[in-house]
C-alpha cells in the first residue's frame, strides 16, 4: 500500500463550500484541517453515490474505519496517535457568500491555460522551464492581457526575441483568450480523486477561486 507523506498530503486540494452548498474556492489540505479543527467547517464526504457530513471528531473516528477498509480510496496525513483521511469537500458552517466570477489574471491560471506547453512548439514542460511571453511585445505596443501573453519554452523565447511571431517565422499553436472558467479546476476535475467535487461545481460556479 502506497501511502503518501504528510507533507505531500496536506498540499492536496480541497473544495471549500459556502453554508448553502456553493462552491466557493478551492484550498489546501491544511487549510482545510484548519477551518475542521476549529470548528467552523464540516467534512462532506462522498460515500456510495450520496454524500455524507462529518465535524472534525466524527471525521477522525471514521478515518480510522476507512484506514482499515479502505486505504488505498484517500490520502492520509499521519499524527502521533493515529491517521486521518484528507477530505475531498469541506462546508464552511457559518458564510454563505457566493463566489467571485472574474478568472484572476495570474501566472498560475495562464500555465493553466497553457496547460504547461509551449504555444510556438507544442511541447509540454515542467512550470521552471517555461516563461511567459509576450507575443506582441511591449516594446511596440504590445499589452500584458489573455490575449497578448502565452507560455514559451526558452528555446522558443530566445528565436523569437523580442520580435512578433510573423517576424521571426513562427506560429502561435491555439489563439491565447481569457478562459471563461478556471482553468485550475478543470485540471482537478479530470483526477478521479476529485471526481466527488462535479456535484457542486455546476455551470454557475466554475470559477471557484483558488488561494
Avoid at 496525513?77 to 469541506?90: L, M
Avoid at 491565447?176 to 456535484?199: A, C, D, F, M
Wanted: glycine fraction near 4%.
Amino acid at each position: 500500500m502506497a501511502v503518501q507523506t504528510v507533507q505531500s498530503s496536506l498540499d492536496n486540494r480541497v473544495l471549500i463550500l459556502n453554508r448553502n452548498y456553493m462552491a466557493i474556492r478551492v484550498a489546501g489540505a491544511k487549510k482545510a484541517f484548519s477551518l475542521l479543527f476549529r470548528e467552523v467547517a464540516e467534512v462532506i464526504s462522498y460515500e456510495e453515490g450520496t454524500y455524507a457530513n462529518y465535524d472534525f471528531n466524527s471525521w477522525c473516528e471514521i478515518s480510522q474505519f476507512k484506514r482499515r477498509f479502505e486505504p488505498d480510496g484517500h490520502d492520509w496525513v499521519s499524527t502521533v496517535n493515529f491517521h486521518i483521511a484528507v477530505p475531498r469537500i469541506i462546508r464552511l458552517l457559518f458564510y454563505d457568500r457566493l463566489p467571485r466570477t472574474e478568472v484572476r489574471f495570474n501566472r498560475r491560471n495562464i500555465f493553466a491555460r497553457d496547460k504547461n506547453r509551449c504555444q510556438y512548439c507544442g511541447k509540454k514542460f515542467v512550470t521552471s522551464e517555461l516563461s511567459l511571453d509576450h507575443i506582441t511585445p511591449r516594446s511596440a505596443g504590445g499589452r500584458t492581457n489573455w490575449a497578448n501573453i502565452v507560455c514559451a519554452c526558452t528555446d522558443c523565447n530566445v528565436k523569437k526575441a523580442n520580435r512578433t511571431p510573423t517576424q521571426a517565422g513562427m506560429k502561435l499553436i491555439r489563439k491565447p483568450v481569457k478562459p471563461k472558467h478556471n482553468p485550475l479546476v478543470h485540471i482537478h476535475l479530470g483526477t478521479e480523486r476529485y471526481h466527488s467535487w462535479k456535484q457542486f461545481l455546476d455551470n454557475a460556479y466554475w470559477s471557484v477561486e483558488l488561494k
